[in-house]
């Protein structure tokens, strides 16, 4: 496994996708997704000039936290379950996937007790098939005025997982309706919003997901591949 030949050929290709659509490389931010992979091997890809790792279960993060070089921002891009928030809430700079006004209502209590205002994103179930988890697109309203009640909590911005296996047009317009939902939102006026980030594209789909807009991609097996 060579991770920094891997991490430089996922860097040009993030700026010749940024090329494409006249953005700037610097907009782009590369989470690094961890899950399988041992903690040695996450801190040469640091050592790499990775500087935010994502893992998807809470369970997993916990365990390699030690482990981890510090300097790096932890993301939690896996569902989450309500009973777990207290054991990462003190660990994450950024949860991907928030759900459900329970989970809202948890991450708010649970980060009150450590003084804490917690950034997230709410993931959208844009193509509603196939993937379980995620609000639907006519919920996100209602959502964003609860959460809008609840002080410890920043919403970021947005998330999206692309279904496994949609062709090329199918990712593509799954992404093209997250953006369009984000500067919907972007337009209007809630408390503790901040429409900021868009995290969408994985290592199949991250260059579609740049040409249409997305400035978080989580990328894991183009860079621990062999
Ligand atoms: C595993 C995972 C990724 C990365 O997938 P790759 O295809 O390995 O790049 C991205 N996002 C989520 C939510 C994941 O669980």
Do not use: W
């Not at 994502?54 to 482990?67: A, F, H, P, T």
């Not at 921002?73 to 006004?101: P, Y």
């Amino acid at each position: 496994m060579d991770i920094l030949k891997n991490i430089n050929s996922i860097n040009e290709r993030i700026h010749n996708a940024c090329k494409r659509s006249g953005r700037a490389s610097s907009d782009i931010t590369l989470v690094a997704v961890t899950k399988t992979i041992a903690p040695e091997i996450i801190n040469t890809a640091i050592t790499s000039g990775i500087k935010h790792i994502g893992e998807n279960r809470v369970q997993e993060l916990c365990d390699k936290y030690r482990d981890i070089n510090t300097g790096v921002s932890h993301h939690l891009i896996g569902h989450l379950q309500t009973n777990k928030v207290k054991l990462i809430v003190d660990k994450v700079e950024l949860i991907h996937s928030l759900d459900s006004e329970r989970l809202a209502q948890e991450i708010q209590n649970r980060s009150q007790e450590i003084s804490k205002i917690t950034n997230v994103l709410l993931q959208v179930n844009i193509s509603g098939e196939r993937s379980k988890f995620g609000i639907s697109p006519n919920e996100v309203d209602n959502m964003l005025e609860f959460v809008g009640g609840l002080p410890n909590i920043a919403l970021k911005g947005l998330m999206t997982i692309a279904p496994i296996n949609s062709d090329e047009n199918q990712t593509r317009e799954i992404f093209k309706n997250l953006y369009k939902l984000f500067v919907d939102i972007s337009k209007k006026k809630y408390n503790n919003i901040y429409m900021q980030y868009l995290s969408m594209g994985m290592s199949n789909d991250f260059e579609i997901a740049i040409e249409e807009g997305a400035n978080i991609i989580r990328v894991g097996s183009a860079i621990f591949k062999a």
